[in-house]
Every structure is written in structure tokens, then in C-alpha cells.
Nanobody
């Protein structure tokens, strides 16, 4: 069984920064790709950032230049969020894939950007 646990959310002022972490544990897990999504109240879940095992990254248009996705050797996936805006307020979810069609979701972590 693979477990995905997000952490690092919280309340931050506009212009501030947060770093989210996504820890993957459980059975032997070979990292294929990792993604961060977010869902704001009343809106659909949207892709924020993605990272492949080969290091290729992709970002949603609204976060390009402000957010950075990365991972360490223990398969923890990070999302560094800088210059946060009120419209970044959402629950952020991590999805870790060990194969193209085999992925695992975390429970989400709340990010609130407000003065």
C-alpha cells in the first residue's frame, strides 16, 4: 500500500512564500511522475505543476515564474510557492505515479493567502 501525505500548508500574506511537501511511503515505490493540483471552493481541480522522473517540469499558466516543483532522493515532492496571491487560495493535492496509469492521491493541504 502506498501512502501520500502532504504538509506545509497554512495562512500567508499576499507576496509571501510557502513550501509544500508530498511524502510518499509504503510498498516499494518507483517514481514515475509527481503532480500538484489545487481546488478552490466552487471550482474544478486544476493542475498546478508536474515533474517527471527524467526531470521534465510543467506548470499551469497562472503559476509560471512563481512556483517551482522538485523532489529529493526519498521521493518527497516539493512545491515552492513564491509571490503568493489571494487567488492561490485552495486545497493543494499531490498525486504520485509509479506508472502512467497507476497513481496515488494525498488528502490535501489547505493554503490560504490573505492579509
Amino acid at each position: 500500500q502506498v501512502q501520500v501525505v502532504e504538509s506545509g500548508g497554512g495562512l500567508v500574506q499576499p507576496g509571501g512564500s510557502l513550501r509544500l511537501s508530498c511524502a510518499v511511503s509504503g510498498r516499494i515505490f518507483t517514481f514515475y511522475a509527481g503532480y500538484w493540483y489545487r481546488q478552490a471552493p466552487g471550482k474544478e481541480r486544476e493542475l498546478v505543476a508536474g515533474l517527471s522522473a527524467g526531470g521534465h517540469t510543467n506548470y499551469g499558466d497562472s503559476v509560471k515564474g512563481r512556483f517551482t516543483i522538485s523532489r529529493d532522493r526519498k521521493n518527497t515532492v516539493y512545491l515552492q510557492m513564491d509571490n503568493l496571491k489571494p487567488e492561490d487560495t485552495a486545497v493543494y493535492y499531490c498525486r504520485a505515479l509509479r506508472a502512467p496509469e497507476v497513481g496515488y492521491w494525498g488528502q490535501g493541504t489547505q493554503v490560504t493567502v490573505s492579509s
